[in-house]
């Protein structure tokens, strides 16, 4: 008869230690040999953060010109806040490939083998990319100021906006969790990219929904990554491009929704995977 190893109670300055302990304690070993590995290959950040400041100097001045904000106000100002908002997005894919890349080494079988707690793998991986989503956050933000971009809503305003786009982010963790112990090969999560292109895309990070053809609007509105951009650019007090839909005028209270039901889903998905995983 098999018995299962259990991680014994320690007792330390005359408190036991139970399970929620050991799922800290192992959660920030995680976090810590993840952060190691950025720290030593700094390059990763440094690509990670190449597309979207690209893309904030070809869409603000090469195409900024041509760009109109409904309802008026400068482009670049409309822009920044989408930036910031598209940049935590799809800051999930590079989630999938690292942990797929893990799986594919033999990394996460390691850690399947050892008396950890199931959710560490996934909250270890979680907040050492939200560490490197602040550093990648607060890199872009110093470039849009370099360029002109403001934040005229008041400081507590403008710290608010950045916790909504962090809480996008941590959303987006888990799925990008999720998706890495699905996909078989680094190369297969790296296709993924050809998904999650056109999903923040067609979204109002560069373009107001009322611009779209209506369809496309509705589906753009919707998209949670629109509700962070017109929220954030409701706190920052920059244009907002609202099309005069529920989802629009209420964008404030989406951006918290959006991101707690994605937790709600894809955090027990991620942590369930990681048990079913074959050795």
Not at 141 to 149: E, F, H, N
Request: aromatic content about 10%.
């Amino acid at each position: 008869m098999t018995t299962l190893e259990q991680k014994p109670a320690v007792t330390g300055g005359g408190r036991e230690h139970g399970l929620a302990y050991w799922a800290v304690s192992d959660c920030w070993n995680i976090t810590r040999r993840t952060l190691t590995h950025y720290q030593r290959h700094p390059s990763a950040v440094v690509w990670q953060l190449g597309f979207p400041i690209l893309s904030v100097l070809l869409y603000g001045y090469v195409f900024g010109s041509a760009m109109k904000v409904p309802g008026g106000g400068d482009y670049r100002a409309f822009l920044m806040p989408g930036m910031f908002a598209m940049t935590m997005a799809m800051g999930f894919m590079n989630t999938a490939v690292a942990v797929v890349t893990d799986a594919d080494k033999g990394v996460v079988d390691r850690f399947r083998s050892m008396p950890m707690a199931p959710s560490a793998f996934g909250s270890g991986r979680g907040a050492a990319d939200l560490v490197v989503a602040a550093a990648e956050l607060t890199i872009l933000a110093v470039t849009a100021l370099l360029i002109g971009w403001r934040a005229d809503g008041g400081a507590p305003a403008a710290l608010g906006a950045f916790g909504l786009l962090l809480l996008l982010r941590f959303s987006l963790i888990w799925v990008g969790v999720w998706l890495g112990m699905l996909v078989p090969t680094p190369e297969a999560a790296g296709g993924l990219y050809a998904v999650a292109f056109p999903i923040t895309m067609i979204s109002s990070t560069f373009v107001a929904p009322s611009l779209m053809p209506g369809w496309l609007g509705t589906i753009a509105a919707w998209n949670p990554i629109s509700s962070t951009a017109t929220a954030t650019r409701e706190l920052f007090g920059n244009p907002v491009a609202g099309g005069g839909t529920w989802v629009e005028e209420h964008a404030l209270l989406m951006a918290v929704v959006w991101p707690t039901v994605i937790t709600l889903v894809f955090l027990p998905l991620a942590v369930r995977r990681f048990q079913r995983l074959s050795r």
